[in-house]
């Protein structure tokens, strides 16, 4: 479902501009999303404010930071009050956490059915996130599970919470 104004739990879907934003594309499209118009995703949280990862860690900011932005807030239509309070209490966990591009090179073997052993576990292990597996991992945490093809939170982009949340 989508909401024009964002409410505690919610996903926000936007645009990255330059280099950074096309690498983003590419890597979606290589995982089978296309060439989506979102390469960013954070976490709604209370007191209008969001968490999001990027590439110096994972950090609370002011929901304010995108009011010049275009953003597209989603959420899956069973969420309750109770889940979005789990949702955004689970987030006080990954404050923090770094960010890895090297995540976006997992999807892509993991899409294009290539076997590098050991290569999830490694991922897992280095505690590194980028923004929609982040998003994915919250909700997990606060037992909603978005995805019902029991993909983990490791394989989720912006392109695949967009393509879930707005069908």
Same mark, same amino acid.
């Given at each position: 479902?989508?909401?024009?104004?964002?409410?505690?739990?919610?996903?926000?879907?936007?645009?990255?501009?330059?280099?950074?934003?096309?690498?983003?594309?590419?890597?979606?499209?290589?995982?089978?999303?296309?060439?989506?118009?979102?390469?960013?995703?954070?976490?709604?949280?209370?007191?209008?404010?969001?968490? *999001?990862?990027? #590439?110096?860690?994972?950090?609370?900011?002011?929901? +304010? %930071?995108?009011?010049?932005?275009? !953003?597209? &807030?989603?959420?899956?239509? *069973?969420?309750? #009050?109770?889940?979005?309070?789990?949702?955004?209490? +689970? %987030?006080?966990?990954?404050?923090? !956490?770094? &960010?890895?591009?090297?995540?976006?090179?997992?999807?892509?073997?993991?899409?294009?059915?290539?076997?590098?052993?050991?290569?999830?576990?490694? !991922?897992?292990?280095?505690?590194?996130?980028?923004?929609?597996?982040?998003?994915?991992?919250?909700?997990?945490?606060?037992?909603?599970?978005?995805?019902?093809?029991?993909?983990?939170?490791?394989?989720?982009?912006?392109?695949?919470?967009?393509?879930?949340?707005?069908?």
């Amino acid at each position: 479902m989508i909401h024009t104004r964002p409410q505690p739990g919610d996903i926000g879907l936007t645009q990255i501009s330059g280099t950074t934003g096309r690498l983003i594309r590419l890597g979606q499209w290589l995982n089978g999303n296309g060439f989506a118009d979102y390469q960013h995703a954070f976490l709604v949280l209370p007191d209008d404010q969001l968490l *999001e990862a990027e #590439p110096g860690g994972a950090r609370v900011r002011p929901l +304010a %930071s995108y009011a010049d932005s275009r !953003v597209l &807030y989603v959420y899956p239509p *069973e969420l309750s #009050p109770a889940m979005r309070a789990d949702i955004c209490a +689970a %987030s006080d966990r990954y404050v923090g !956490v770094p &960010y890895s591009f090297l995540d976006y090179a997992a999807i892509a073997t993991h899409r294009l059915h290539l076997t590098v052993p050991g290569l999830r576990r490694y !991922v897992a292990a280095t505690g590194h996130m980028i923004c929609s597996q982040l998003v994915d991992q919250c909700y997990q945490d606060a037992g909603v599970h978005l995805f019902d093809d029991g993909r983990w939170p490791g394989y989720v982009t912006p392109g695949a919470l967009h393509g879930l949340l707005t069908e």
